[in-house]
């Protein structure tokens, strides 16, 4: 893949939008923020619905002077666009059962994340158009930089275009809450998917297994908790490295470090080769994101992370990585840190 198409505001016609009915279906991080700076570029309240169940959520969305409909059937019937904001796990259960039967045919269908489209986890009918807008920033960045009259990045594409117009809607979208300010990037549900899945299941995973056993290697040669908490992220050292990454260039921003760490970390990254972790990499997109196989797995597992205690699987990792000496240690110093011990 080459250069990738990058979409701004110029490219986007809000008048597609004109007298359609737009439904957020939940009002959480991204339906909070979305709604509120889509009102703000212009589209009548009037043709904007929060379909929500009866909770906290509805209430702040009244609050905030939305309309709010409680019946997902009523609000699928009216969607000419349907942003999907709830969380993922959630989405193919509340979609497929709710919303989908009932819905026009020739209706968008806006998704913020690619994972469900791409496992074909939801039933859309042939002539609805199926768009990603998927801002790559926590709801509450993607409001207050609107606010502040910027933009945020996203990605954007079209999966479906069943009316042959999807993607003027979508840019069209896109520009309404922002998205295309500071440049939309077309993506696809796969690129989105894959480097999602990709930073959680193969680059965290490394970072953190790196730093568990830079820490036991560390204390073993002496070093003490309360240093080795401090030194390797307390002081918000590596929050600070990452900040300038994005700011000044990935390795440009080692010119803020001494010269003897230029030295040594551009030295010794450069004589790793990497052939090993590459494989590793390779072999986890391919026969674990790519294939579908984490995607069938999950879904067996999903119904039991509403669990409470040891049956939720997600507990259990908790639980087993708390026997990490990092964490132990961690904790006792925090809890010294705070007058406890
Ligand atoms: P949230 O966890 O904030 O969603 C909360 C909303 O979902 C509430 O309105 C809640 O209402 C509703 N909801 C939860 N469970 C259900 C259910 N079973 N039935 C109906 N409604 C439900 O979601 P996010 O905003 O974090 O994520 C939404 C989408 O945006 C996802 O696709 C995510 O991948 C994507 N995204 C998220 C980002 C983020 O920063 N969080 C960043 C970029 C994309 P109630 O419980 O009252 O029904």
Request: glycine share 8%; proline share 3%.
């Amino acid at each position: 893949m080459g250069q990738a198409k990058i979409y701004y505001d110029s490219d986007a016609d809000l008048g597609v939008l004109n007298r359609k009915k737009i439904v957020f279906l939940g009002f959480g991080n991204q339906g909070s923020a979305q709604a509120q700076n889509l009102r703000d570029s212009g589209i009548p309240n009037d043709q904007i619905l929060i379909a929500n169940r009866v909770d906290s959520y509805a209430e702040t969305a009244k609050a905030k002077g939305f309309h709010v409909e409680h019946d997902f059937a009523t609000a699928a019937e009216v969607a000419d666009v349907l942003f999907i904001l709830i969380p993922d796990q959630v989405q193919p259960r509340v979609f497929n059962e709710q919303f989908s039967p009932k819905m026009k045919s020739n209706a968008t269908i806006v998704v913020a994340s690619g994972y469900n489209v791409f496992f074909n986890l939801l039933k859309f009918q042939s002539g609805q158009d199926v768009v990603m807008v998927a801002p790559r920033m926590i709801g509450s960045s993607v409001r207050s930089l609107h606010e502040k009259g910027r933009g945020f990045p996203c990605f954007v594409s079209v999966e479906q275009n069943g009316t042959g117009k999807g993607l003027d809607v979508a840019l069209a979208l896109s520009r309404a809450i922002g998205a295309t300010k500071q440049g939309a990037i077309a993506s696809s549900v796969r690129e989105e998917t894959a480097m999602d899945l990709f930073a959680e299941q193969a680059l965290w995973p490394n970072i953190i297994m790196m730093f568990r056993e830079a820490f036991n290697v560390l204390k073993d040669a002496g070093c003490s908790d309360e240093a080795l908490c401090y030194e390797m992220w307390m002081s918000k050292e590596p929050a600070e490295i990452f900040e300038r990454a994005a700011d000044d260039g990935f390795v440009a921003q080692l010119k803020h470090h001494s010269t003897i760490s230029q030295y040594g970390q551009l030295g010794g990254s450069l004589k790793l080769g990497g052939e090993a972790m590459r494989e590793h990499f390779k072999d986890i997109l391919d026969n674990q994101i790519l294939n579908g196989k984490f995607c069938e797995a999950f879904s067996q597992i999903e119904g039991d992370l509403d669990k409470e205690g040891d049956t939720n699987p997600l507990n259990e990792l908790y639980r087993r990585s708390e026997e990490m000496e990092l964490v132990k240690a961690e904790k006792r110093v925090k809890a010294r840190l705070a007058g406890l011990l």
